[in-house]
């Protein structure tokens, strides 16, 4: 389907009317009764490469999946019509969001795996990258602030003075979903990818802290990394943020020293990180220098204003707003991923049943349900959901559904949180710079 043609102008096609001009593209396609005319659905169909056996069911002003978010090529010769893939040693391909800072995005399908590998991990700098240091064990950090007794500890030091704790953790960026909001905001545009569920061994922060002794005012954390800012200035933090003294404190938030086993790599923070489960992976600093104890809300990089805060009552989408009344980001709300499919899988003709997987979780709460559809949302079936391996780890789920012939279909997944707390249809609270954002995801399968 096209739009009206005028003399001079090519006619547009039904996925660039809905990029440039949605609202005529809702008017051509839906008509008035909320119903696909013919010409839209066969024109959809020709773009799509295949049937919707389910299109009586598809929501009115529903652009397919596929046609909204290309698929990466899928074979040699085939344009590469998708995101941009970033390559590196080690790494499986990564989804390129930004080179300064370095962001790349973790496809869904390749976080197919209980534990997070190293060439499965997403990226998220802030700044440049530091050196990195010929002698890990001999790296230095500082507590200091609001305590009785600063202290100054190596490395080596630390691992030896305090009990060694091993656990998976979930790390989320806190703009992950951010390319579902409408208008688009600033910032990375994230899909689902930016997270991960690696095993971490460290410390406990609330050992040091305690070691420390906080003074009775001790209220908030302030958090430096060797960082450089991406200026080259040496007189600012290229991320400074801080956490309430009670999320310090918990027993999950860790200082790092070794990712699944290893050694953590540079790209990730080496060799002392923060990981402070559950809530935005901004608060789990890189590469680890100074952790200053502070009598009120810290106020660096990355503090206040839009940052990391989001609307107490919603605002105006597309609006402008100093984010006087927001409030900072704590526990990320509930999130699902598939990662047995991955966007724009091609599957054999006759495939009359899909067995699927993928993980979910929901900050400092558990994930108590997941959902799959795949008849665009009219009906749902409910899929198993494990336990997770230790509190803050992600929790894999899996199930089976049906589909009645060849054809394009979308898999539609949604989770709930413990309390009850469900992914809404659409990415919910817009805020200027896109944080928490959660709406049902979707990914195209085409069969036949």
């Known amino acids: ?55 009586g069911r598809m929501p009115a002003g529903t652009l397919p999946e596929l046609l909204a978010r290309p698929a990466a090529a899928q074979g040699a010769g085939q344009p590469a019509a998708g ?54 064990d001999a790296w230095e950090l500082t507590i200091d602030g609001e305590v009785n007794t600063p202290l100054k500890l190596r490395l080596g030091d630390l691992r030896a003075r305090f009990a060694n704790v091993t656990m998976q953790l979930q790390m989320e960026c806190g703009g992950n979903g951010r390319a579902s909001y409408a208008p688009q905001t600033r910032g990375n545009q994230w899909g689902n990818g930016a997270i991960s569920n690696a095993e971490w061994t460290g410390v406990r922060l609330r050992d040091l802290l305690n070691a420390a002794g906080l003074k009775p005012g001790a209220a908030y954390t302030g958090h430096f990394g060797a960082d450089p800012h991406l200026s080259g200035a040496t007189d600012r933090q290229a991320i400074n943020r801080g956490m309430r003294i009670a999320k310090a404190m918990d027993e999950d938030t860790m200082l790092a020293f070794r990712m699944n086993g290893e050694p953590i790599p540079h790209i990730h923070g080496a060799p002392l990180r923060l990981i402070t489960p559950g809530w935005p992976g901004s608060f789990s600093q890189k590469w680890l220098t100074r952790i200053w104890i502070r009598d009120k809300v810290h106020d660096g990089a990355g503090m ?42 091609r599957l054999p003709a006759g495939t009359r049943s899909l067995d699927l997987r993928g993980a979910a979780w929901a900050g400092d709460l558990t994930a108590k349900a997941v959902h799959a559809s795949v008849d665009f949302g009219a009906t749902w079936v409910e899929m198993q959901v494990s336990a997770p391996a230790n509190r803050h780890a992600w929790q894999r789920w899996q199930g089976r559904v049906t589909l ?24 919910a609270n817009w805020n200027p710079q896109g944080y928490s954002a959660n709406p049902i995801s979707r990914v195209a399968i085409l069969v036949g």
């Open 404 to 427: 009645p012939s060849d054809g394009y279909f979308e898999v539609w997944y949604r989770a709930t949180d413990s309390e009850g707390r469900m992914q809404p249809h659409a990415a």
């Open 304 to 345: 206040g204003g839009t940052s990391y805060r989001v609307p107490v009552r919603p605002i105006v989408p597309g609006s402008n707003d100093n984010g006087a009344s927001f409030a900072e980001i704590e526990s990320m709300p509930v999130r699902a991923i598939l990662s047995s499919h991955a966007h724009g899988a």
């Open 83 to 136: 995101p941009q893939v970033f390559r590196m040693e080690g790494k499986n391909e990564l989804i390129l969001l930004g080179d300064r800072p370095l962001v790349a995005e973790t496809p869904e399908h390749r976080l197919d795996e209980p534990v997070t590998s190293f060439r499965n991990f997403f990226i998220r700098n802030n700044g440049q990258m530091p050196e990195p240091v010929a002698e890990p």
């Open 1 to 55: 389907m096209t739009s009206n043609k005028r003399p001079g102008r090519p006619e547009r096609s039904l996925q660039e009317l809905y990029r440039d001009d949605p609202e005529r593209a809702d008017a051509l396609a839906w008509g008035r009764r909320g119903a696909l005319k013919g010409t839209a659905l066969t024109s959809m169909g020709a773009a799509l490469g295949a049937a919707i056996p389910f299109s």
